[in-house]
């Protein structure tokens, strides 16, 4: 496990107790979620692509960051939250779009949800969720966000945009950098075939029976539900979904989809996959509301710049005109107050919830998300700031 934060040795152990609200640091959730997970699942989660270079300089980035602090500031009552999207969110964040939670814990976008609406924040749900869009977007106090892969033709995903402004969602977050997918060759170790488990990792689900009692419990075969309309009945098992998955990425995506988007979508439109100020200028144009500066968690490209180096120009480029938001690497409050000091309006967070989901379900999300911000409020305080709005370049040095 990659590990920046702690130095653990024979003194200091990981946190391994079964009272989640003890766990302190998100490496806490991460260490209990790879324990509790068989193999397969944890590497789809935790891995990258290629030699893992942008995995890990995701979270270098980050590490390179200083703060130089005021001092002798009232500091008493810091103020994390922020207006995103003309309505009020606790905290400067969102919940990351991510497929196949149904395996990490069961009914796992349910439990996700629930953590965001207790938060306060935003989640957005990928169109490869377990859960389907009503069931997820009628979460009692969520601020809904559905998040499109442009699967086939228009024909094809303008239908599930329109499911999804049935069932209320308040943004469409369109993601751009999956036109073929990343070659995760370590997760694909893992598969003898493209739809079978290898015989090692069937072996690994027994020597995590408690994953798998509470996956058999639910009783619910996860599967991609949203996208059964578009196969024939009797053919919609989990493996015939991914199947055609398969047969209809859309490499032909383009910037004529987001204009096509557009004229369908009246709520707020967001484009996740941008790494360049070029690109954010056309999406600006194009009459978006908000990009996401992300390379996808280093799942994608390896090798690729990471979000945090490239948000500084970004910011620049499009002013005012956009919100920015950031993922990739976000593990720490201090992660949240790096990211809106450059530039962005707030961030996304990906592992970090999903290692609290794979722990505990609903309770572990809301302990993801109570340690970032308990973070970032002692960030704020212990560099002499009351409020996010006040991080500025001007707070930081980086280092070499
Ligand atoms: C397990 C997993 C599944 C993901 N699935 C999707 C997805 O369905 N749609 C999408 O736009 N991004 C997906 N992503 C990327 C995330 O939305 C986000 O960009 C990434 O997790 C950010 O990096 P971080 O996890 O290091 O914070 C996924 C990421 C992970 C870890």
């Known amino acids: 496990m990659h590990n920046r934060y702690l130095e653990i040795n024979r003194r200091r152990k990981r946190f391994s107790g079964t009272d989640i609200r003890q766990a302190t640091t998100l490496s806490d959730l991460q260490h209990l979620a790879q324990k509790q997970l068989p193999n397969f699942v944890y590497e789809y989660i935790a891995g990258g692509a290629d030699d893992e270079i942008t995995l890990r300089h995701n979270l270098d980035v980050f590490s390179k960051q ?20 003309g309505k009020q969110a606790e905290l400067p964040l969102a919940i990351a779009p991510t497929g196949l939670a149904g395996l990490f814990w069961p009914d796992g976008d349910m439990r996700l949800a629930e953590g965001a609406a207790l938060a306060g924040v935003p989640m957005t749900q990928s169109t490869v969720s377990m859960s389907s869009i009503a069931d997820v977007a009628a979460v009692p106090g969520l601020r809904h966000w559905f998040q499109l892969y442009c699967y086939g033709t228009p024909d094809i995903y303008s239908r599930l945009i329109a499911r999804a402004q049935e069932c209320g969602s308040e943004t469409l977050v369109v993601t751009t950098d999956l036109p073929v997918t990343g070659n995760r060759s370590w997760d694909r170790k893992n598969y003898s075939s493209p739809k079978n488990l290898s015989l090692r990792s069937k072996l690994d689900m027994l020597l995590h029976p408690t994953w798998g009692l509470r996956m058999l419990r639910n009783r619910k075969r996860p599967n991609f539900v949203n996208l059964l309309e578009f196969l024939e009945p009797g053919k919609q098992t989990l493996q015939d979904v991914a199947h055609w998955i398969n047969q209809h990425k859309n490499p032909g995506l383009s910037w004529k989809d987001i204009e096509y988007i557009r004229t369908l979508w009246p ?47 970004i910011r620049q480029a499009v002013q005012q005109d956009l919100t920015i938001f950031i993922d990739s690497g976000i593990r720490r409050g201090s992660d949240i107050a790096i990211a ?11 592992r970090a919830t999903l290692y609290g989901l794979s722990a505990a379900g609903t309770a572990g999300v809301t302990q993801a998300l109570s340690i970032l911000r308990r973070e970032l409020e002692t960030t704020l305080a212990l560099n002499g700031l009351n409020n996010v709005s006040e991080l500025s370049p001007d707070i930081l040095v980086p280092v070499r």
Do not use: M
């Not at 200083?66 to 999207?85: A, C, E, G, N, Q």
């Not at 999406?283 to 978006?288: I, P, S």
């Not at 809106?340 to 990906?350: C, I, R, T, Y």
């Open 340 to 350: 809106l000091a450059l530039g962005a309006d707030a961030v996304l967070s990906g």
């Open 66 to 85: 200083r703060f130089s602090p005021y001092t002798l500031r009232d500091v008493s009552h810091p103020d994390t939250r922020i207006t995103l999207f």
């Open 267 to 313: 709520g707020k439109l967001v484009v996740k996959g941008i790494l360049r100020p070029e690109d954010a200028l056309i999406a600006r144009d194009k009459g978006v509301d908000g990009i996401v500066v992300t390379n996808h968690g280093g799942r994608q490209l390896d090798q690729v710049v990471s979000p945090l180096e490239v948000l500084p120009a």
